[in-house]
């Protein structure tokens, strides 16, 4: 029986860009457990409840949210 890991989503500001094109920010979310960087479906505010990548539950102290 497989224990089911505990993660939190960290926001990270990822900058992109150079001189010639201009700089902008790129925010993502990375897995606490085994830093996949998401991009996708959380630009609403919402966070998925599980890392997709490694399966981690991430519903547990992180409910206060960054929107
Ligand atoms: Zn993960």
Redesign the pocket.
């Known amino acids: 029986m497989e224990e089911v890991k505990h993660?939190t989503w960290i926001v990270v500001n990822k900058q992109h860009g150079d001189e010639s094109t201009g700089y902008w920010t790129e925010r993502l979310l990375q897995?606490?457990?085994?830093?996949?960087e998401r991009r996708h479906s959380w630009l609403r505010g919402e966070k998925p409840n599980y890392?997709e990548?490694?399966?981690?539950d991430m519903r547990g102290e992180n409910h206060d949210g960054v929107n």
């Open positions: 993660g897995c606490s457990e085994c830093n996949y890392c990548n490694c399966g981690s």
